[in-house]
């Protein structure tokens, strides 16, 4: 690579950087405070990208005969450049935009809210979450006993199109298990679920209020006509995992997942019930 070229690269890097230095000083671009990989990584917009635009620019400009590289600016805003880096390593309090500094305060007090629909802020989150009452906790807790059987489901709690609460939620579904008990059923959010959610997902229906079972298309609603849905992996997920419809005396609930017709046939059995129709 000749210098000319490699002068050019240097530049686009340290132009790069300081666009997204200045936009996140100044408020422009406000989202990375919540997110795991910019915010709670030393500030590194404010932090990491100055010390790269520092480090890159004067040397780019020293390839493109533009200046000395033995030059006293070179040397200067290379030192600048390592200072940077000096705080993106130790990540004081005090640095950074008032703006900054009190969403910083709000999310370590528990105020403000990490941006879930950030993946890798949301898989943080659910994996390091302080410890809560899970779903399974409240479960053991006031139903107590083990399940016959136990099956992994997804919940279709709400509208399949509707906004996303954290980035690996599916639009209106609860991923957890379901629990078969002589007493009736048990639906308990996955621990990642309630981690990301910030709260337990249980569902519990009496055996008594249970009146019938039956599978349907995947996609389908409860009357097996396909709903709609938006997000990819809604849509992948629809297309091949059938789904099991629990009647009771107060309305349909619906489940995703495989057997489910082998599923249906168990609990009609179990709590001898009737197929029911659409």
Not at 12 to 28: E, F, K, M, N
């Amino acid at each position: 690579m000749s210098e000319s070229v490699m002068g050019l690269v240097l530049l686009l890097i340290a132009t790069v950087s300081a666009v997204g230095a200045v936009t996140a000083w100044t408020g422009v671009w406000r989202s990375w405070a919540r997110q795991f990989m910019f915010g709670a990584v030393g500030s590194m917009p404010i932090t990491l990208l100055p010390s790269v635009a520092l480090m890159t620019g004067p040397p780019g400009l020293s390839f493109l005969g533009a200046t000395n590289a033995d030059s006293t600016f070179v040397r200067l805003t290379f030192l600048v450049g390592v200072l940077f880096f000096v705080l993106f390593l130790w990540n004081p309090r005090w640095w950074g935009p008032r703006w900054y500094r009190e969403v910083r305060a709000g999310l370590e007090g528990g105020t403000i809210e990490a941006d879930l629909s950030d993946p890798a802020t949301a898989l943080v989150v659910g994996a390091f979450r302080p410890p809560q009452d899970t779903s399974s906790d409240v479960v053991n807790q006031h139903i107590g006993g083990e399940p016959i059987e136990t099956w992994p489901v997804t919940w279709i709690a709400g509208a399949e199109t509707a906004e996303k609460a954290h980035a690996f939620e599916r639009p209106g579904a609860v991923s957890g298990r379901l629990q078969l008990r002589r007493e009736g059923i048990v639906f308990a959010a996955s621990a990642m679920e309630d981690r990301i959610r910030g709260a337990a997902t249980v569902l519990q229906i009496a055996a008594h209020e249970l009146s019938g079972a039956r599978a349907v298309s995947p996609g389908a609603g409860p009357d097996g006509a396909r709903m709609a849905a938006r997000g990819l992996t809604s849509r992948l997920a629809r297309r091949v995992v059938p789904r099991l419809v629990i009647t009771t005396n107060d309305g349909a609930f619906l489940f995703e997942t495989y057997g489910a017709d082998e599923k249906a046939k168990r609990m009609l059995e179990l709590y001898e019930l009737e197929r029911s129709a659409p």
